[in-house]
């Protein structure tokens, strides 16, 4: 067991989970109160809240199945960078709105084929987990591809702004979709879908809504990757630092 797993490939898988939904709720909750209307910034923080409440239950369970006793504060407060597993994608930083419904679009995109076939875990800890997850995925996904239309066929300058996030955030999609061999080893047992299976769901959504929206993918098939295996941009430190910083402060700290 090393810094990127955990006892068994089922708590590994967990955790990964969890660490794309704990690193995206910090980052939306980072924009509350900067949204453009008050209802944005209340559906912002909400976003965010049911991102963090999925971390917890896959955090939770993810202790249960190690057994020695680390809880959904020690995975999320207390693990350095390199030991963070999310993709890349929902670490990148809040440019401006459509980005943020961008990177939201595209993650949703991705959660709710996730959390179907979940549903159908033979571990039914996880199926559980995942149609809880299906019913707030659902509504994500529903909220930011009307945003993304929204703006992508508003004014000239909302259409421009959309088409910039997508192609500055293109190059970290591919690894929303990737498999390796935890998954493998999961998919064998019927607990998990290979990634790979999600693609062509992925894919559908996307064109989908950018040709409701005339935008377009980017021009760029470059693809980066490396979340999976700790490998992460310059921005994920700095949003562990102020996400971790109270309880590596004050080490055992109780409300």
């Known amino acids: 067991m090393n810094t990127l797993t955990t006892s068994t490939p089922l708590s590994t898988y967990a955790v990964r989970l969890a660490d794309d939904n704990v690193v995206l709720g910090q980052r939306l909750g980072e924009y509350i ?13 909400n976003t965010a809240l049911d991102h963090i409440g999925i971390a917890r239950f896959l955090f939770t369970y993810a202790g249960e199945l190690e057994g020695d006793g680390r809880s959904e504060d020690d995975f999320a407060m207390f693990r350095p960078e390199r030991a963070y597993t999310n993709a890349l994608l929902v670490e990148q930083p809040n440019t401006d709105f459509a980005h943020i419904l961008v990177r939201q679009f595209f993650f949703d995109a991705y959660q709710v084929p996730l959390w179907e076939r979940l549903m159908a875990s033979t571990d039914s800890r996880l199926a559980g987990i995942a149609a809880k997850g ?18 992508g066929d508003g004014t000239p300058e909302s259409h421009a702004r959309t088409q910039a996030a997508i192609d500055g955030l293109w190059r ?6 990737s498999t390796d061999n935890v998954e493998t080893t999961l998919a064998e047992h019927g607990i998990a879908p290979m990634a790979t299976d999600l693609a062509s769901d992925w894919a559908r959504t996307v064109d989908t809504v950018f040709e409701e929206a005339t935008l377009t993918r980017c021009a760029d098939d470059f693809q980066t990757s490396g979340g999976r295996i700790g490998m992460h941009t310059e921005y994920l430190g700095h949003l562990l ?15």
Request: proline content about 4%.
């Open 134 to 151: 299906l019913k707030e995925a659902t509504y994500h996904l529903r909220r930011s591809s009307t945003w993304v239309v929204r703006l």
């Open 33 to 45: 109160s900067m949204a453009p209307e008050l209802e944005e910034d209340l559906a912002i923080g």
């Open 172 to 177: 970290y999609t591919v690894e929303l979709c």
């Open 241 to 255: 630092a102020e996400m971790q910083w109270m309880q590596r402060s004050y080490p055992g700290l109780t409300w």
